[in-house]
């Protein structure tokens, strides 16, 4: 329902003026979010009994590319959401919208118009220069601006007869507010004119100590994330400096064990029960050491050889020492990588790691044989990269486990760390490449992802 505003129009004294900036005044110290302040702005001097303007506009201005950006435009049609807040004593109540309200007002075709609309700053429209360089208010009732050929906003928002009011803070415009009569066509007098350029004075206040305070929120926000991650950091550290010093206390007891099972292995008769329970700990006790390297390289802080490396020669090295197992496992290779030069600025042994990390997965994944694709190819976007493409039968991964493969520790295989594709990854991202993953109709598909040397261009 409507609140009671109280009527304004050119015969009355400046106590109705004063009483609705008051109410205004008010209004605008009940809130510090930016959507709904705006919104009362608007439909405060639009509403049916404030007898004002009949539509209204705002835009606010981006500093960074020089433009003014429709954010809101309200008509007499949707204003009629207004509440009255409070005493009922004129001078001690404020006006309030329900988010209801904010919503309908925002679906609006005037309201989808604005929004769509942004204006260049430095168009030469003389509008604007008065507006944004001189701050000071224009009313229109001519055809001027409609004749004009530097911008297109007023010809796709307003009728004949219009005025624009800057809304300035601290000796700098914000932005502006466009009103008209559209409907009535009647035009705008000097005392709405007046009210117009003290309401947007206390609009450009209002506006810009919202925007301070949300900008100091978002400030509050981004030192508590940060906060947040340096102490993440800091236990992570300590998680790694104990898990190497634990790695070092459990590897020298696990090497005597692998080794005296070892030699009981060999003394025993292959058909007994000790020869099969000497063989599980001999298997076992490589596991965990297998483990427990893994552990420690994902513990440990990478040290990163940079030289000049052919992608191409380490792509065929990880096949090259994985092909006795895909032979065993019966699995067909087809390999695409051609001559060329591929120089990527990285360390070898590392990277090395990465592609046979991930060539040994797709042989895991296909135990009983399979198609293995591996493939080297150049893609050109802002920086020159080349995609390492590798693909298995295996049947893919799980889509509720794609997001999750690259996280420490997490692992479908029943004998897996999970640390071997965080580890890839990681190495990836320490060359300023990444890797990603997909389904395919036969299986997995890995992309490992680098940007090439100016040089290999």
Not at 208 to 233: F, I, K, P, Q
Not at 293 to 317: H, M, Q, W
Not at 334 to 363: M, P, R, W
Request: with cysteine.
């Amino acid at each position: 329902m409507e609140s009671s505003i109280p009527s304004y129009s050119a015969g009355e004294n400046s106590l109705s003026e004063l009483t609705l900036l008051y109410q205004f005044s008010n209004t605008m110290l009940s809130t510090i979010r930016l959507n709904k302040l705006t919104h009362l702005i608007l439909t405060a001097i639009t509403a049916n009994s404030s007898r004002l303007f009949e539509r209204s506009a705002l835009f606010l201005r981006n500093e960074k590319s020089s433009v003014l950006q429709g954010m809101l435009g309200v008509t007499r049609h949707y204003s009629d959401g207004l509440q009255i807040i409070g005493n009922q004593d004129l001078l001690g109540c404020r006006w309030d919208m329900s988010d209801e309200e904010i919503s309908r007002q925002r679906t609006s075709d005037f309201c989808v118009r604005v929004r769509s609309t942004r204006t260049s700053i430095d168009c030469g429209c003389p509008l604007m220069h008065q507006i944004i360089v001189e701050r000071r208010m224009s009313r229109i009732e001519d055809l001027q601006c409609h004749d004009c050929q530097d911008c297109e906003f007023i010809k796709k928002l307003c009728g004949a007869g219009f005025a624009v009011a800057p809304l300035v803070a601290r000796d700098t415009t914000i932005g502006m507010v466009v009103v008209d009569n559209p409907e009535s066509g009647r035009p705008i007098s000097k005392n709405n004119l007046h009210f117009l350029q003290l309401f947007a004075s206390q609009a450009g206040m209002a506006i810009e100590n919202s925007m301070l305070y949300n900008r100091v929120e978002e400030a509050n926000a981004d030192l508590r994330e940060t906060r947040e991650r340096l102490v993440h950091g800091e236990r992570l550290a300590a998680i790694g400096e104990m898990t190497a010093n634990l790695v070092h206390e459990l590897k020298n007891p696990l090497i005597s064990i692998g080794g005296f099972a070892g030699r009981l292995l060999k003394c025993l008769p292959g058909e007994t029960r000790e020869h099969q329970y000497a063989d599980t700990i001999v298997k076992e006790v490589g596991r965990l050491e297998k483990m427990l390297e893994e552990t420690l390289a994902f513990s440990r802080k990478p040290t990163i050889c940079y030289n000049d490396c052919d992608l191409g020669n380490i792509v065929r090295e990880s096949i090259a020492n994985c092909s006795t197992i895909m032979e065993d496992s019966g699995i067909c290779l087809t390999a695409t990588i051609g001559d060329k030069c591929h120089i990527v600025s990285g360390d070898e042994h590392q990277l090395g790691q990465v592609f046979l990390n991930l060539i040994l997965n797709a042989c895991d994944a296909m135990p009983q044989g399979g198609c293995l694709t591996v493939s080297l190819d150049e893609v050109c976007g802002p920086q020159k990269s080349v995609v390492v493409s590798i693909q298995d039968s295996g049947g893919g991964v799980p889509v509720e486990m794609l997001h999750q493969i690259f996280k420490p520790f997490y692992t479908t295989k029943r004998h897996g760390t999970g640390l071997g594709l965080a580890i890839a990854n990681r190495i990836a991202l320490n060359h300023s490449g990444f890797i990603e993953v997909e389904n395919v109709a036969s299986g997995a598909l890995f992309r490992v992802v680098l940007p090439l040397m100016k040089s290999s261009l």
